[in-house]
Nanobody, 124 residues
Framework: QVQLVESGGGLVQAGGSLRLSCAAS????????MGWFRQAPGKEREFLAA????????DYADSVKGRFTISRDNAKNTVYLQMNSLKPEDTAVYYC?????????????????WGQGTQVTVSS
């Protein structure tokens, strides 16, 4: 069993930055790919970024590539999402997720455990 708790969301002006954190508990964090997703009102939950256990492989959605950076600190069982150059269209609830695999995956069905989400609101 894995518990995930996101933090760091809030209200920011367009062009600003936020760093989201996801604290994981439970042994299955070990050796597993982690990901970030988001869901805006009336829209499907979408993939944003993923990172393998070692951090050597990452992947990003085109919509955030070059603006968002995923990282992890395995000693702290924590995954981060640094978000720069935020836009109003980035407004959504952001979710951390833990996969069941060590390979880099982006599909929602590959992620078994989810956090409760943290709201990010970008004002224009």
């Amino acid at each position: 069993q894995v518990q995930l708790v996101e933090s760091g969301g809030g209200l920011v002006q367009a062009g600003g930055s936020l760093r989201l954190s996801c604290a994981a508990s439970g042994r299955t964090f070990s050796r597993k790919t982690m990901g970030w997703f988001r869901q805006a009102p009336g829209k499907e939950r979408e993939f944003l970024a993923a990172i393998t256990w070692s951090g050597s492989s990452t992947d990003y959605a085109d919509s955030v590539k070059g603006r968002f950076t995923i990282s992890r600190d395995n000693a702290k069982n924590t995954v981060y999402l640094q978000m720069n150059s935020l836009k109003p269209e980035d407004t959504a609830v952001y979710y951390c997720a833990a996969s069941q695999t060590a390979i880099l995956v982006v599909a929602r069905y590959e992620y078994r455990y989810w956090g409760q989400g943290t709201q990010v609101t970008v004002s224009s």
